[in-house]
């Protein structure tokens, strides 16, 4: 399931999945194969995209899935 809480932080802090995707060292494609919920993220790639582009937002709430979105 796609990750709609990441996607909504994505858009109000203007971050893009090219700059995701450098910051993981990742290609594109993949990162955004992992927002749209066709993969997943590492635990470790979580916690680095959380604490590095949305450290005022909790990784629960960022990395629900759609069916699970839970409050800040």
Request: charged share 25%.
């Amino acid at each position: 399931m796609a990750l709609i809480n990441l996607k909504k932080e994505m858009a109000g802090e203007n971050v893009t999945v090219e700059q995701m995707a450098d910051f993981l060292h990742l290609h594109r494609n993949t990162v955004a194969n992992k927002i749209d919920g066709v993969s997943k993220f590492t635990i470790d790639e979580a916690f680095k995209v959380q604490e590095h582009f949305f450290p005022k937002v909790g990784i629960a709430y960022l990395f629900a899935d759609s069916g699970e979105q839970k409050a800040v």
